[in-house]
């Protein structure tokens, strides 16, 4: 094998084109039926507001000058300002979130107070919230506002990745126990089984993943017909709540494409390049995906590959280029007008991925990187917890990074199922002279989460104190414990990694450059949990054998299968399994299933609430400043 | 749930209600209605019977609401795939009574939640016996949609004390969840600190409310704000924290107006050479150490802005107080204070150099700060284990250290090897060759 190892081409056939053709114009239409059907139509020049959080995937789909044919005059930003628009027409695309209806009843307030009738609307993407309502209600202008909803819930960010672009959806869901999104995920599950046909095999792990599951199958029965008697596109469907495995969201990317978005933040399938990246004094928005052939190559690979691939690929290019050395005059024409373009083309990425490694290496070598995967692997592993506990102190200790530190002290508690009561008082401690006494609350909220315990102290303590301390804090240690049972649950990571071999035992070097399981994405060290359990249950075609995993992830109760007997599937659709997570999944899942792909003849369709990695998750825990 | 004919009219006659009777021969209303539509630029109903249901739209509490939604997703996706399927709709009016039946108000439970998932007309104002709230929040919780648990939970704030419906939710855990959500995103902070002392759970009072510290701007007010958060029922371990955050943030106050003074007065070298980049009200504690050790390094304990005052009122670890200490007297250049942290005489009178976080992060830090090769050579000479010194040394090109580690070693080999990565002609290469012909080493290798 070479080393890059290619994506098979995106099989058109194998799912209609609209979704996954790359979101281009394809999908435009559905943006312009915002403004053409007849219910939102608000004629006549507007001005319109757009949430921030929303401008990404709009960017996707929409231009200025499609806003422009829809008589949008001028564009703002949802943000906490007065605005000092002058139209007659306002529209505001939000996310239906208490804010944004306090920061649009502030505007229609100050102008009725002004003695000023316009027309205002609400588009809430991608449904309306009864809490939004009221609040509107309660601010006194309901019915002065007309609201809608647009129901873009579903952006093809890849050939094989449809993310919903809910960040959201993890905070509210696993911190705060709120369902609210799981609708959206049924309404999306749906949409995809009205395109594609019914799926065959769906099997699931997790709280949410069933409520979803099951929300979905009633919103089937009551829709019945549409998808009946249609041959199944996708032979089956995984859905897995992203509190099965945190472990895996919480490493370090080492995959070229969680690099990246490490490094960079992938926003929507683009990313900007600083002037670092870029060799110039402009910074660059790249779109990131199949259709970028330089990129599509090495985004799998672990990042020690690239290097290699990328001057390889350089020297091919330089050799394309000589040839037209020896050219007479018609081929040369022929050079200029067939080949030039591709190579000019080819030659502007190959520079910017370049540059964007460069620019890594030197990020990484400043922050010491290499030590920091050693504590990281070392954490996986479970071997020097002492030498990898100071670590995580001196990293505290030197302010390096108030998310980074969160991160490893996550990842040391998962691991050791809670930090045992002395370490984590003292480097709770120590992160708050660091980072700030407000972070007490981020330590609340990752309690609760189930993010960053303390070993019970039921766990250690001796038989009489335990019967002690029964005697007296009974009724307040049951309430304390409600308090915190909500969602947080041992981690048992160590006993499902053993169960699971997560961590592959190596002879002599992993090569990285032939991989030979999913360990790769984590330069040999370890298997992701979640593409592991994925694995296993497509082996099985059900959890069985499994029983002792799924009582260890706590989720005896959550981990389902339903099969339909129908045997219309074709072998083609069997192969084709689309992967839900509930919560969000990292590039480096996403190229470990790719991989597994490869080997097994499947090939992975993505779905998923939002592209999330470690720090998009402890940013979601942390307590901001408002 | 069979309602008497009596209940029906008091329903159709209720003001509420009136809005959606849809009287045909009562042009002014319809007049009414239609202007209203167009000021609010909705749509009533359309042709398609099927669609009637997506189309119209009335609040949870049975406000007409003012909006309809587009049918989907999947139909603006199939309408992206062919014209055909894109519908006219058309406001049309006058259509027969019978056919507005939707409205009527005797959906089980499980029906109305069902309507309320799909966004449709519903109003829960009937339900209004105990049993029948209750079971129309438990038909919303397993359903499973947040937004459907939120709207009921909504309904039932407003129609129960709260007595009761904090009672309920008790024993409801998922409601639970939703409603305290709800009181956060709408900043319902009495009503949520009432619950959390209903439910006894003391911690979660005692941090809904110190959370309402980070809304205050003003740092005065703010910390009148923390001093109510003192006594609290927080974890012992973190009343300390608490306690610190208030005198942290006291301490800060008097420095600030302090050292604002001084800074504008221009009299103070330190702050004529280095201004001050931002306020430190609010930052973190080691943050402020860092400031102290470098604004106000040798102040005398008495004074609040003194490091050791600091170090002593926080107890701030050793390791913690020198490795910020180091980074700030390093920032300044100061070579002579970095030089006195880690010297310790011992009763003899004898000097020691001694580091509470181990030399190789002295050099470290000493790195990142720009330090000469001069002071970095004496710090990694320091740094014990000869392979990490070695390696420290090579990295930080303090040349003498290397060649005399070879020399110690006796690795001609290391040294021959080195000798290539300093410059051609200088002191450092004719100090190696010197080496390498010395007759008076016994090399290893």
């Known amino acids: 094998m070479t080393s890059p190892i290619p994506l098979p081409p995106p099989h058109g056939w194998m799912l209609p084109p609209l979704i996954f053709k790359p979101a281009s114009n394809a999908t435009s239409t559905s943006l312009e039926s915002i403004w053409n059907q007849p219910p939102p139509k608000l004629p006549g020049k507007k001005d319109l507001f757009i949430e921030a959080d929303l401008m990404s995937p709009l960017d996707r789909i929409a231009n200025v000058s499609i806003l422009k044919q829809h008589e949008v005059d001028k564009l703002y930003k949802v943000e906490n300002k007065p605005a000092l628009s002058s139209s007659e027409q306002l529209c505001f695309l939000v996310r239906p979130r208490i804010k944004n209806m306090r920061y649009i009843a502030s505007l229609v307030n100050a102008d009725k107070l002004a003695g000023r009738t316009r027309k205002y609307k609400v588009i809430f ?16 202008i309901y019915g002065d506002v007309s609201c809608d909803e647009w129901a873009f819930s579903l952006l093809p960010l890849d050939v094989d990745l449809l993310s919903m672009e ?3 959806f993890f905070r509210d869901y696993f911190l705060e126990g709120d369902q609210r999104w799981i609708n959206t995920v049924a309404q999306a599950l749906h949409l995809l089984s009205t395109l594609y046909g019914p799926f065959p095999n769906c099997y699931g792990i997790g709280r949410c993943a069933k409520m979803a599951y099951e929300l979905w199958r009633n919103l089937e029965e009551e829709e019945d017909g549409e998808t009946k008697g249609r041959r199944p596109e996708i032979g089956h469907i995984f859905l897995l709540d992203r509190d099965v495995d945190f472990v895996t969201a919480l490493c370090s990317q080492v995959v070229y494409e969680g690099l990246v978005d490490d490094t960079f933040r992938i926003k929507c399938g683009s990313v900007d390049f600083g002037p670092e990246v870029t060799s110039s004094d402009k910074s660059l928005k790249v779109l990131l995906n199949a259709e970028d052939k330089v990129f599509n190559e090495i985004r799998n690979e672990h990042f020690s590959n690239v290097f290699g691939f990328l001057s390889q690929k350089a020297r091919n290019l330089q050799a394309q280029y000589d040839r037209r050395r020896g050219m007479d005059i018609k081929q040369m024409k022929n050079f200029v007008s067939q080949e030039l373009k591709g190579l000019k083309q080819e030659h502007r990425l190959l520079s910017l991925h370049i540059g964007a490694c460069e620019s890594i290496m030197k990020k990484k070598t400043k922050q010491d990187f290499q030590e920091l995967i050693k504590t990281e692997h070392a954490l996986l592993e479970g071997f020097n917890i002492r030498e990898s506990t100071s670590y995580i102190e001196e990293h505290i200790d030197q302010q390096v990074s108030p998310i980074e530190s969160l991160r490893l002290m996550c990842l040391l508690s998962i691991t050791e199922n809670g930090l045992i009561p002395k370490d984590y008082r003292s480097l709770k401690t120590q992160y708050l002279q660091s980072y700030g006494p407000e972070h007490l609350l981020t330590f609340s909220n990752l309690r609760r989460a189930g993010l960053l315990t303390e070993q019970a102290p039921g766990d250690t303590l001796t038989a009489v104190e335990s019967k002690v301390s029964k005697l007296v804090t009974d009724k307040a240690a049951g309430k304390i414990t409600d308090a915190f049972s909500s969602l947080a649950k041992r981690s048992n990571f160590r006993a499902i990694s053993k169960k699971l071999n997560l961590i592959p035992r190596v002879d002599g070097e992993y090569d990285l450059k032939v991989p030979r399981d999913m360990a790769y994405v984590f330069s040999g060290a370890y298997v992701p949990l979640s593409c592991r359990i994925i694995e296993q249950v497509l082996e099985r075609r059900s959890w069985q054998g499994l029983d002792e995993v799924v009582r260890l992830l706590n989720c005896s109760d959550f981990a389902f299968t339903d099969m339909t007997k129908e045997d219309k599937a074709s072998s083609e659709s069997l192969r084709l399994i689309l992967v839900v997570f509930l919560g969000g999944c990292t590039f480096s899942e996403i190229s470990a299933l790719r991989f597994l792909g490869r080997e097994k003849g499947y090939r992975f369709i993505f779905l998923t609430t939002a592209v999330t990695n470690s720090a998009r998750l402890m940013e979601a825990m942390s307590e901001v400043k408002a | 749930m069979n309602r008497t004919k009596g209940d029906e009219e008091e329903y159709w006659n209720s003001s509420k209600f009136k809005a959606f009777t849809f009287d045909d021969e009562d042009d002014e209303l319809s007049q009414l209605k239609e202007s209203k539509r167009a000021v609010n630029s909705l749509r009533d109903f359309v042709d398609d019977d099927d669609d009637d249901d ?48 939707d409205y009527s108000n005797d959906w089980s439970p499980s029906d109305t939640v069902r309507r309320l998932r799909k966004g449709k007309v519903c109003s829960l104002e009937r339900f209004r016996s105990l049993q029948d709230k209750l079971q129309l929040l438990e038909e919303a919780v397993s359903m499973h949609d947040g937004n459907v648990i939120t709207a009921v939970l909504i309904f039932l704030k407003r129609t129960l004390s709260k007595e009761i419906l904090f009672r309920e939710l008790e024993v409801r855990q998922v409601a639970l969840r939703h409603l305290i959500h709800f009181l956060k995103e709408i900043g319902d902070q009495k009503l949520l600190l009432d619950l959390f002392r209903f439910l006894d759970r003391t911690e979660e009072l005692a941090l809904s409310h110190y959370r309402e510290h980070l809304n205050i701007r003003d740092p005065d007010k703010r910390k009148e704000f923390l001093k109510t958060c003192i006594g609290l029922p927080f974890s012992a371990e973190d009343s300390a924290h608490i306690q610190d955050h208030y005198t942290l943030l006291e301490r800060q106050i008097i420095i600030e107006a302090n050292d604002r003074h001084l800074e504008s007065a221009g009299q103070t070298e330190i702050f004529r050479k280095h201004p001050r980049k931002a306020s430190i009200l609010n930052m973190p504690l080691v943050t402020t150490l860092f400031y102290s050790c470098f604004y106000h390094y040798t102040e005398a304990e008495g004074t609040f802005s003194s490091p050791i005052n600091l170090k002593k009122t926080f107890k701030i670890p050793d390791k913690q107080y020198v490795l910020t200490a180091l980074a700030a007297r390093a920032k300044l250049r100061a070579w002579n204070d970095v030089d006195a942290l880690f010297t310790t005489k011992n009763w003899l009178g004898y000097t020691k150099k001694r580091a509470p976080i181990g030399f190789h992060r002295v050099v470290e830090i ?30 930080f090109k303090c040349h003498d250290v290397v060649i005399d580690t070879c020399r110690d070693l006796k690795d001609r080999q290391q040294l021959l090897a080195y000798r290539s990565k300093v410059d051609k002609g200088s002191a450092e290469e004719e100090k190696i060759d010197a080496l390498l012909s010395s007759s008076q080493i016994r090399w290893k290798n």
């Open chain 1, 125 to 140: 993407s991608p449904q309306k919230f009864y809490a939004c309502e009221m609040v509107l209600e309660e601010e006194g």
């Open chain 1, 166 to 168: 809910l960040p959201e």
């Open chain 2, 54 to 101: 997506d189309l119209e739209r009335v609040s949870w509490s049975g406000e007409p609401v003012g909006s309809r939604t587009r049918p989907g997703s999947f139909q603006s996706l199939s309408d992206a795939l062919s014209d055909t399927s894109a519908k006219s709709y058309a406001p049309e009016l006058g259509r027969p009574k019978g056919e507005y039946r």
């Open chain 2, 366 to 395: 000493l790195h990142k700060n720009n330090a000469p090769v001069q002071i970095l050579q004496e710090y990694v000479n320091l740094v014990e284990d000869v392979d990490t010194k070695l390696n420290l040394a090579t990295k």
